[in-house]
């Protein structure tokens, strides 16, 4: 399942790549950004960090219900381990795909991106 990109791809891809990672809105910027010269890499980011994203926010509201830091503290713990593990996958341009998830997020997202 893992691609393999050439520098040039990953190199010009990396911006949007983290980018996507900031927030959702960053996000949604890099996914327009790579409408037009499409490039695999930053597609691949995107689709993961979307990924993470949508998690966070749909987890995020059942969490928020028990209004509880013995609830809430290891749920942001864990986005935010999964965020860096991406985020990093990203800077070091390298080819991470989050674990469990990532490959359903790259299948999921599959018309998002290139």
Same mark, same amino acid.
């Given at each position: +399942?893992?691609?393999?990109?050439?520098?040039k791809e990953i190199e010009t %891809?990396?911006? +949007?790549?983290?980018? @996507?990672?900031?927030?959702?809105?960053?996000?949604?910027? @890099?996914?327009?950004?790579? *409408? =037009?010269?499409?490039?695999? &890499? /930053?597609? &691949?980011?995107?689709?993961? $960090? &979307?990924?993470?994203?949508? !998690?966070? #926010?749909?987890? @995020?509201?059942?969490? %928020?219900?028990?209004? /509880?830091?013995?609830? $809430?503290?290891? !749920? #942001? !713990?864990? !986005?935010?381990?999964?965020w860096a593990y /991406?985020?990093? %996958?990203?800077? $070091?341009?390298?080819?991470?795909? *989050?674990?469990?998830?990532?490959? #359903?997020?790259?299948?999921?997202? =599959?018309? *998002? /991106? @290139?």
């Amino acid at each position: +399942m893992l691609k393999t990109f050439n520098e040039k791809e990953i190199e010009t %891809g990396r911006t +949007m790549a983290v980018i @996507a990672h900031l927030t959702i809105i960053g996000c949604l910027v @890099a996914i327009f950004m790579n *409408l =037009d010269p499409k490039n695999r &890499f /930053s597609g &691949f980011y995107i689709k993961q $960090s &979307f990924g993470i994203w949508l !998690f966070f #926010y749909a987890l @995020a509201y059942t969490v %928020g219900n028990f209004n /509880s830091w013995a609830v $809430s503290g290891p !749920f #942001y !713990f864990c !986005f935010i381990i999964i965020w860096a593990y /991406s985020f990093i %996958g990203a800077v $070091s341009k390298e080819i991470k795909p *989050l674990p469990k998830v990532g490959v #359903y997020f790259q299948k999921w997202f =599959d018309k *998002l /991106s @290139a």
